[in-house]
């Protein structure tokens, strides 16, 4: 679905590059997750995937959903959805005359506006402006307006920024739901956590370079301590501790701690996509 091979990307045309020999493909029917700190690259690639930035002719190759980027082609926009960040709605127009005007844009079937507004949350919201919506109101529409073409190849910046937990968790429903239905997903985040739950594989990227390319699982097997935590109770004092399950004197330990006392919980432990992260790359990500 994406394929990119040595991508260079300078915004002052010379060489210092804000991207640097970027290589990845992106499969059919995968969420792809693009990690990194501010100012990493992640924008950049994304924008030259989605045809905002131009591509020089010797600075990589790019295809996206069949297409050169660096051909202009009505069908390749009629196949991607894009939810930036940044929302860019029209603030005079209603919910839902920002979805109609949106929807005149493309060639295929749409989806019916209420339908899209309901499903973000914003039912009840259709004849009100956008410029009198809060600043989540106004993302959920901008990730709404997303979906109206039904994409094949779905760009997702930042998908839950600013909004509350439960609005957030209805969006990666719908993200997953959408990825079910044989949607590709393109998603650009430093949320790790969501990263962790919705990607099928991540690619952390640091000063426009890729450092490393898998799947969390694989990520947290290889780079994460296998570890226990337990609280047992002792002398009517409840005591915690951590025993490593791969060190035979811990392992040892452990077994003493569940033959003595009573168990209150044990819980296994493991590495966190962002502690990974700052064991790779040794940044963090602010």
């Not at 930036?84 to 005359?97: I, P």
Request: glycine residues 8%; proline residues 3%.
């Amino acid at each position: 679905m994406i394929k990119v091979e040595n991508l260079f990307y300078s915004y002052n045309k010379d060489d210092k590059y804000q991207v640097k020999n970027v290589s990845f493909e992106v499969e059919d029917g995968e969420i792809f997750g693009f990690l990194g700190p501010s100012g990493a690259g992640k924008s950049t690639v994304q924008n030259i995937l989605t045809g905002l930035l131009p591509l020089d002719k010797d600075k990589g190759e790019v295809t996206v959903a069949g297409y050169d980027v660096r051909q202009a082609s009505k069908k390749r926009f009629n196949e991607i959805g894009m939810s930036f960040e940044q929302s860019n709605v029209y603030s005079k127009l209603t919910a839902r005359e920002n979805l109609e005007f949106y929807r005149q844009l493309f060639d295929g079937p749409t989806l019916e506006p209420v339908k899209l507004l309901k499903m973000v949350g914003l039912d009840g919201k259709e004849n009100i402006k956008a410029g009198e919506f809060s600043k989540g109101m106004k993302h959920r529409l901008t990730f709404a307006r997303s979906m109206i073409n039904q994409p094949k190849l779905w760009f997702l910046d930042e998908p839950t920024t600013g909004l509350d937990p439960s609005i957030a968790a209805d969006i990666k429903g719908i993200i997953k739901e959408k990825n079910k239905e044989g949607t590709t997903v393109f998603l650009t985040t430093h949320n790790m956590a969501i990263a962790d739950e919705l990607c099928d594989r991540v690619a952390f990227i640091v000063d426009g370079e890729i450092k490393l390319i898998d799947s969390p699982e694989n990520l947290k097997l290889q780079y994460g301590d296998k570890v226990v935590d337990v609280k047992y109770l002792d002398c009517e004092e409840i005591k915690s501790e951590i025993f490593s399950l791969v060190i035979d004197e811990d392992k040892q330990a452990l077994q003493a701690i569940i033959n003595q006392y009573p168990i209150q919980t044990m819980h296994t432990k493991e590495a966190t996509l962002e502690e990974i992260f700052i064991k790779v790359t040794g940044r963090g990500l602010v």
